[in-house]
C-alpha cells in the first residue's frame, strides 16, 4: 500500500460502500459521506479515514480537498449522485434543478481538480453515467444533463492531464438506494415509477458485485486503453 491513498467520493453510497469493502486491507482509503450509518461506522471500524462532505457546498468540498492535499493519492472514484429533483422542465423547482446539476457533476469536478492539482505521479479516476445519455430520459433533465457532463469531462481531463487516468462506467441498472427518489415520486415520475418496480423486482440487474469488478479492472488499465472512456458494463467488452 506504500503511502499512496485511494479516495472513494461517497463511500456511503451502495456501490462506494462495495467498492470500500473491495480494497480493505488492500489500499489506504479515504472516503466522504453525508450521514452516519452502519455503512460508516463499519468502515471507521476497518480503519477507513471519513470526512463528512456535503456535495451541496463548496466550502466543504473545499475543506476537505485542503485536508489531504499532502497526501499522495493513487485513485480517485466518485459515486456521488441524486435522482433528484424529478418532473419535466416546467414542473420542477428550477433552484432545486440547479443544485442537483451542482451535486451530480460541477462539484465532483471541482473536488476532482482540486485534488489532482499540483500532483506528478500518475492518478486512476473513475466516475459514474447514468441512463438517458443516449436517449431522451423524460423527467430526469438534471440528472441526466449532469451525467453528460461527467462523460464529456472525462474525456477533457485525459486531453489536458498526462498524469490522469480517467474513465467512466455505466454500471447499467444497479439495485441501489438511488432509485429510492424514483419510488418515492410517483406522480412525477410517471411510467419511471412502474418501469424502476418492476425492474428492480426482476433478475434482470446488474449484481453490485460486477460494478465492483468492473471498476477494479478499469484501474488496472494502462491510460492508452482506458482513459477518456465511456465504458458500458452490461454491453462492451471489457475485461
Not at 21 to 30: A, L, M, N
Not at 72 to 98: C, H, M, Y
Not at 142 to 157: D, G, H, N, P, V
Not at 204 to 218: L, Q, T, Y
Request: hydrophobic share 35%; net charge positive.
Amino acid at each position: 500500500m506504500k503511502n499512496q491513498y485511494s479516495v472513494i467520493l461517497s463511500i456511503s453510497s451502495d456501490i462506494g460502500f462495495e467498492i470500500a469493502k473491495s480494497w480493505i486491507g488492500k489500499k489506504k482509503i479515504i472516503g466522504t459521506y453525508l450521514t452516519e450509518s452502519k455503512k460508516t461506522q463499519f468502515l471507521k471500524s476497518k480503519g477507513v479515514k471519513l470526512f463528512k462532505v456535503d456535495f451541496r457546498k463548496k466550502q466543504n468540498i473545499d475543506d476537505f480537498c485542503k485536508h489531504i492535499s499532502k497526501k499522495e493519492l493513487k485513485n480517485i472514484i466518485s459515486a456521488v449522485g441524486s435522482q433528484n429533483p424529478i418532473g419535466r422542465f416546467n414542473s420542477v423547482n428550477f433552484d432545486e434543478w440547479t443544485n442537483s446539476i451542482f451535486v451530480n457533476a460541477i462539484n465532483q469536478i471541482r473536488c476532482i481538480i482540486r485534488l489532482i492539482k499540483n500532483k506528478k505521479k500518475q492518478i486512476k479516476i473513475v466516475l459514474f453515467a447514468g441512463g438517458g445519455t443516449n436517449n431522451a430520459t423524460k423527467n430526469y433533465s438534471a440528472y441526466t444533463l449532469s451525467k453528460i457532463m461527467l462523460i464529456k469531462f472525462t474525456e477533457l481531463i485525459d486531453f489536458e492531464f498526462k498524469n490522469v487516468c480517467c474513465s467512466i462506467i455505466g454500471p447499467g441498472w444497479v439495485k441501489t438506494k438511488i432509485h429510492q427518489a424514483t419510488l418515492n415520486n410517483k406522480i412525477n415520475a410517471e411510467q419511471n415509477y412502474s418501469r424502476t418496480r418492476d425492474q428492480l423486482k426482476s433478475l434482470d440487474c446488474v449484481p453490485i458485485f460486477k460494478v465492483v469488478e468492473c471498476v477494479n479492472w478499469a484501474l488496472k488499465q494502462k491510460k492508452s486503453v482506458i482513459s477518456g472512456r465511456n465504458i458500458s458494463l452490461v454491453y462492451d467488452d471489457w475485461g
